[in-house]
């Protein structure tokens, strides 16, 4: 067998041996806690569940979807950034429901990249805007971001046949893994930059409801012209507590929204039609749920916070995200850092350098445990006593 090059390319799993580690631990007994992923551990609220239970039932919902999704759908994502955003989008040119944000964030390479293009994408980020790249043929131009620029990209220090090149911007604010929010006027500067060498933008906004001390994130597309050249890429999954059920959608430039549907419609069948009822029933239903999510989840941001803050690491507590994004003292790798830190107090959080080479430096901690673990977590950090050499000085 002689697999595709694709295959090859892809990058290694750098946890696998943190990940290794975690399961001889649990193996021996001890009780690891683990802030690594960003999967939300309350569960969907009820009242989505029921209409999931109902939807089920009904004959027509266990055949083949279509694959752009039920009108209704496609009318209720409408009306959802409607009344968050205050803008209109046509549901039959403008929306498209996905099978989950990643999928649509993975195929959109096929949209747009051929092989040799190039793509520029902001690093610390989400793997899969670089690995769709790549899988289309087309190259990555990293946007180093630090915490001095606010983890923003400078576009002005794109060089100019590498701006001419490119075919797509990628962006992603509330940032994953950063914990960092954009103004609109970051998103003005994105649309100038598209449209003077003819590149599409691509921001990926799953976190814009997680948010907290009462800010409210922006959309990309409240950008005056971010229609002509954008999409948007949102999900249910943070908002309303659904990674499991696998829907989010594309709303945007209509061409762009075509150019997917064509790919996707060869690719894949659509959304299991009682799932797409949930996600009617959650766009249409009330906010209560996702206000009192993002009770807890502050609460469990400022307890995350103080503890690093007072172990010396640089912890600003995030306006949105379902992550605190800490700074290692100066010259501490983070994989070393988080091995460390697994042995000695078996709680894991995620090594910085797995979103990029500008994650070095730093370590990811989710807020998606439960609180009584992110608690005694906490407890055993504030116990800690790390050897001088991962400690601050
Ligand atoms: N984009 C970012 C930045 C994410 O962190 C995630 C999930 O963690 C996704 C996209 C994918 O979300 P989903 O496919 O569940 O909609």
Request: aromatic share 10%.
């Amino acid at each position: 067998m002689r697999f595709a090059q694709r295959i090859e390319k892809l990058p290694p799993y750098l946890f696998v041996e943190v990940t290794r580690k975690i399961n001889r631990m649990r193996a021996e007994g001890r009780d690891v806690i683990s802030l690594g992923i960003g999967d939300p551990d309350i569960p969907t609220p009820e009242y989505i569940i029921d209409r999931l239970v109902e939807a089920a039932r009904v004959p027509a919902n266990h055949r083949y979807p279509e694959s752009d999704g039920l009108p209704q759908l496609r009318q209720a994502i409408a009306d959802w950034y409607e009344r968050r955003f205050g803008i209109a989008f046509d549901p039959n040119k403008e929306v498209l429901p996905l099978i989950g944000s990643k999928e649509g964030i993975g195929h959109i390479a096929l949209c747009f990249i051929d092989p040799g293009d190039l793509a520029l994408v902001t690093d610390p980020g989400y793997p899969v805007y670089s690995v769709g790249t790549m899988f289309a043929g087309g190259e990555t131009y990293w946007l180093p971001m630090t915490e001095e620029m606010g983890w923003k990209p400078d576009l002005d220090a794109v060089p100019e046949e590498v701006a001419r090149r490119a075919k797509v911007l990628w962006i992603n604010y509330p940032n994953n893994p950063t914990g960092a929010v954009a103004d609109l006027d970051f998103f003005e500067r994105c649309v100038h930059f598209a449209k003077k060498y003819d590149i599409a933008v691509l921001h990926d906004a799953p976190y814009t409801e997680v948010a907290f001390d009462g800010y409210r994130p922006h959309s990309f597309l409240e950008a005056p012209g971010a229609r002509d050249i954008g999409v948007e890429f949102h999900s249910l999954s943070k908002t309303y507590n659904m990674t499991g059920w696998r829907i989010g959608m594309a709303v945007g430039n209509e061409r762009i929204i075509d150019a997917l549907l064509r790919v996707k419609s060869n690719l894949d069948s659509g959304i299991p039609q009682a799932i797409q009822e949930m996600a009617i029933t959650a766009l249409n239903g009330p906010m209560d749920a996702v206000r009192k999510n993002n009770e807890v989840l502050q609460y469990r941001r400022d307890l995350v916070c103080d503890v690093l803050n007072g172990l010396g690491l640089r912890a600003p507590k995030p306006k949105a995200s379902l992550y605190v994004w800490a700074g290692l003292p100066a010259g501490v790798k983070s994989i070393d850092f988080s091995s460390r830190l697994v042995e000695e107090t078996a709680v894991f959080v995620t090594p910085g350098i797995g979103y990029g080479p500008s994650g070095e430096g730093y370590v990811r901690i989710s807020l998606t445990a439960p609180t009584e673990r992110i608690e005694e977590a906490m407890r055993r950090l504030a116990a800690w006593k790390p050897e001088p050499a991962l400690a601050a000085s």
